[in-house]
């Protein structure tokens, strides 16, 4: 899969938006866009996904780059239960390669009371 | 409510011991996946299963064996521990048609 590049930390503070960046400058055109997050002692647990076009779910929006070369996750209101540490993952649905999810070392986001 | 569970949640064990860590789910998912992290590294997979009779090595399968005893249940054994084999591994199921994995709380293997 291919490649993604985040920043190692991030802040924000209670109530106030977050958006948490994913650079994939290599990303092909099979690559759909995951995002997860693990909380501290717990495993990881599914955000979002997308493709091509922006997407929204209760827990988050999705906003995907017109190139595809970048996506933001956008947290629309910053809790505590959201200090976590977020990961892009990338996932070719071609039907090649392992089925692996390939978490690197994703963003820890800090939310500040 | 918890989909997936794995048990034990921590053990500590010694050099040379058998283990075996298990994992069942209620999802109703075909596929399995075990996966070990290591402090401040991502998710490496070990191995993982698309059905009772379907086995498949992932990237660090050495030192590990599998069993899929039915479709709810995937047990992941270390045949004799090492101290590298230290870490949080974590159990998670997936549909055949979606790449979503669901994730349990994992289990803490301290081996001395």
């Known amino acids: 899969d291919a490649k993604t590049t985040q920043p190692n930390s991030m802040e924000s503070n209670e109530e106030e938006p977050v958006h948490l960046p994913c650079n994939h400058s290599?990303?092909?055109?099979?690559?759909?866009i995951h995002w997860y997050r693990q909380l501290p002692s717990q495993g990881p647990e599914y955000v979002i996904h997308?493709?091509?076009s922006n997407v929204n779910n209760r827990m988050a929006s999705l906003a995907i780059a017109e190139d595809r070369k970048s996506s933001t996750l956008i947290l629309h209101r910053a809790t505590l239960r959201d200090a976590a540490v977020y990961y892009c993952?990338?996932?070719?649905?071609?039907?090649?390669?392992?089925?692996?999810?390939?978490f690197g070392k994703g963003t820890k986001l800090s939310v500040i009371p | 409510d918890a989909d997936v569970t794995q048990t034990p949640r921590n053990r500590i064990t010694k050099t040379g011991k058998r283990i075996m860590l298990e994992c069942s789910q209620t999802?109703?998912?075909?596929?399995m996946y075990w996966y070990r992290q290591d402090p401040g590294l991502g998710l490496r997979l070990i191995y993982y299963?698309?059905?009772?009779?379907?086995?498949n090595k992932g990237e660090i399968s050495d030192g590990y064996s599998v069993s899929r005893q039915a479709q709810a249940k995937f047990s992941l054994s270390l045949e004799s521990a090492i101290p590298n084999q230290t870490a949080l591994y974590f159990c998670?199921?997936?549909?055949?048609?979606?790449?979503?994995?669901?994730f349990g709380p994992g289990t803490r293997l301290t081996v001395l």
């Open positions: 998670a199921t997936s549909r055949l048609s979606t790449d979503t994995q669901y």
């Open positions: 290599t990303i092909s055109g099979t690559d759909y």
């Open positions: 997308g493709l091509t």
């Open positions: 993952i990338l996932r070719d649905r071609s039907g090649a390669g392992s089925y692996q999810l390939t």
């Open positions: 999802k109703g998912h075909d596929r």
């Open positions: 299963s698309f059905d009772v009779k379907d086995i």
